[in-house]
């Protein structure tokens, strides 16, 4: 089965000559429709640099990425922001909500962006909020909401549109342990009604939830493995 996701030897090259710095250093990645994937290293890694390579916001210095088994380097600026917006649900650590928008505001963004009708994108932001446990919020701004209430918002604006592929950089990073649990106990779900799910992480308590670890070590895949204790999570 051809993978959903192939990286063959990419690098990423800052300032190249004498001071360059390789976020990526050779990375060779396969990842199937359906897994339950982290992607975890310390500061420093390049599994930030991976993240936003696999979410088509950035472009190798060499080597390829398929995407659904299309060259992501062929594509035009255009033609990557609508993988963006038709593929990929990102969710970040710092919630990246719009202050003076209400929740069902901010969840609608990425179905305006599809040319979604008002009453139609209305009625699946709404959707998407009760399926995180928000259905009381619909109103409430982020500086009304916790930040376990903000990230869950920003969860919702990611799968509202049903993009096959949830990409989530520290999506717990700055949660209390509670919400931690809340939005992997989502993340989870998500799986299991069939999304691709890729966290990326420093937290090996994040990392142990998952169906396969890869851990980046100086911009190369160091370990890749099945996490056999939760093969059903």
Not at 72 to 96: A, K, P, Y
Not at 201 to 226: F, K, P, S
Request: aromatic share 4%; charged share 25%; glycine share 10%.
């Amino acid at each position: 089965m051809e993978p959903l996701i192939k990286i063959e030897n990419i690098h990423k090259i800052y300032n190249p000559g004498e001071n360059e710095v390789r976020a990526l250093d050779g990375i060779d990645l396969r990842i199937q429709k359906g897994e339950f994937v982290a992607i975890i290293g310390h500061s420093g890694s390049g599994k930030s640099t991976l993240m936003n390579m696999l979410g088509c916001l950035d472009v190798p210095t060499s080597g390829k990425y398929y995407l659904k088994g299309y060259d992501v380097s062929q594509l035009t600026d255009n033609q990557l922001s609508e993988i963006r917006n038709e593929e990929i649900g990102f969710i970040f650590q710092g919630f990246n909500l719009v202050a003076n928008l209400d929740a069902v505001g901010n969840v609608e963004l990425p179905l305006i962006y599809r040319g979604i009708g008002k009453q139609r994108r209305r009625r699946i932001a709404e959707e998407a909020l009760k399926k995180v446990g928000l259905g009381t919020r619909l109103k409430h701004k982020p500086n009304e909401l916790s930040g376990g209430q903000q990230q869950r918002v920003a969860v919702a604006r990611a799968i509202a549109a049903q993009p096959p592929i949830i990409l989530a950089d520290e999506p717990t990073g700055n949660l209390d342990t509670r919400s931690t649990k809340e939005i992997m106990e989502i993340l989870k779900g998500l799986h299991r009604g069939g999304r691709t799910v890729i966290i990326i992480t420093h937290d090996d308590d994040i990392a142990n939830q998952v169906n396969r670890i890869v851990r980046i070590v100086d911009g190369r895949v160091e370990n890749d493995y099945l996490n056999e204790e939760r093969e059903d999570a």
